[in-house]
């Protein structure tokens, strides 16, 4: 499974951004759909935190606290792409953003087992 992560950049405090992740196979094979998937973000100097996750049937959301009102996953299976619609961002939402894919616990921890590349998002104040 592969994940490509884009859509990050500079924004002001209060805006909005929509970041997206493309997760395809390596092989003919769907992949989109069979996994849990989420938004992880590594802020400089501190670790790796959860942001979002949501279920493969994008019925289910879960959310970190911190995020919980402002953001947004959501998926669009015929595009087999998975979005975090970040609205009202903070200066602390400064960070890079990675999604990934199949947890091998529970959604809210890693590890997961693919990841993508990253996106960083930069909120200025």
């Known amino acids: 499974v592969q994940l490509q992560a884009s859509g990050g950049g500079l924004v002001q405090a209060g805006g909005s951004l929509r970041l997206s992740c493309v997760i395809t196979?390596?092989?003919?094979?769907?992949?989109?759909?069979?996994?849990?998937m989420g938004w992880f973000r590594q802020a400089p100097g501190k670790e790796r935190e959860f942001v979002a996750a949501i279920t493969p049937t994008l019925r289910d959301t879960f959310y970190a606290d911190s995020v919980k009102g402002r953001f947004t996953i959501s998926g669009d299976g015929a595009k087999n792409t998975l979005y975090l619609q970040m609205d009202s961002v903070k200066a602390e939402d400064t960070a890079v953003y990675y999604c990934?894919?199949?947890?091998?616990?529970?959604?809210?921890?890693?590890?997961?087992?693919?990841w993508g590349q990253g996106t960083e998002v930069t909120v200025s104040s």
């Open positions: 990934a894919a199949s947890p091998t616990s529970n959604v809210f921890h890693e590890p997961y087992e693919f």
């Open positions: 196979a390596r092989s003919s094979g769907r992949s989109f759909g069979t996994h849990p």
